[in-house]
């Protein structure tokens, strides 16, 4: 399954749309590394450049959330670090030789646990900011 960002995942908010945007495009190349049956060495640079870009995207979340003076930005936070640790669990088990189906399944599943979010929480963010 690949991952886009479809008018129902739009904030309306430019910045935030476009690091989706390119979570997306991490998550995607990670997804057809696994599907390739490639081994953890050749997805390594996937899934650093995931973990360290939903770092990076939530940090920018947050900020704007605190510029806009977004009034649900702790349980938001809370969101973010619960992901942040679970995903980085998820990617430090997957084998030397490669996902398990099981792994893969873990992935997807937290993967469609951020499009959920984007698709509630962040979209009222990019509404709330629209209105500053």
């Given amino acids: 399954m690949r991952y886009e960002l479809t008018k129902d995942l739009e904030t309306g908010n430019a910045i935030i749309d476009q690091e989706h945007k390119e979570l997306f495009r991490a998550v995607n190349q990670l997804l057809d590394s ?32 605190q510029m806009g003076g977004y009034p649900n930005r702790a349980p938001h936070k809370v969101f973010h670090e ?30 469609a646990l951020l499009v959920n979010h984007i698709r509630s929480e962040d979209k009222k963010v990019g509404a709330f900011l629209k209105q500053k």
């Fill in 34 to 65: 696994c599907h390739k049956g490639q081994g953890r060495a050749a997805m390594e640079p996937a899934i650093r450049f995931l973990t360290n870009y939903v770092d990076q995207h939530f940090t920018h979340e947050e900020q704007l959330q």
């Fill in 82 to 111: 619960e992901y942040k640790k679970k995903l980085k669990q998820i990617v430090s088990g997957i084998p030397a030789a490669g996902p398990s189906v099981a792994d893969l399944s873990s992935l997807n599943m937290h993967i």
